[in-house]
């Protein structure tokens, strides 16, 4: 079955940066959308982004130009790049593809 493993979420600066990876298994990766939502306490899961198999991205606008999806194909892995990081950033990130979710990584944004 699909499984999809986060990592990279911690503790950073505001104006810092992170860079998130998903990585997939049990399906073949590169025919699928990935998607990184991100949940914050008290607050309903919300889309950050999505990478096409083409590559197409889309972003919501409160990231836009501060953080980057890509994804590698051959390592069967998504990436999610933040930067000039916010406290509003602050929230558990997780991958999802096929309707099937990580666990989710935690990223706090604080001084």
């Known amino acids: 079955q699909v499984q999809l493993v986060e990592s990279g979420g911690g503790l950073v600066q505001p104006g810092g940066s992170l860079r998130l990876s998903c990585v997939a298994s049990g399906t073949i990766f590169s025919i699928y959308t990935v998607g990184w939502y991100r949940q914050a306490p008290g607050k309903q899961r919300e889309l950050v982004a999505t990478?096409?198999?083409?590559?197409?991205?889309n972003y919501a606008d409160s990231v836009k130009g501060r953080f980057t999806i890509s994804r590698d194909n051959a390592k069967n892995t998504v990436y999610l790049q933040m930067n000039s990081l916010k406290p509003e950033d602050t929230a558990v990130y997780y991958c999802?593809?096929?309707?099937?979710w990580g666990q989710g990584t935690q990223v706090t944004v604080s001084s």
């Open positions: 990478i096409s198999s083409g590559s197409s991205t």
């Open positions: 999802t593809m096929v309707r099937v």
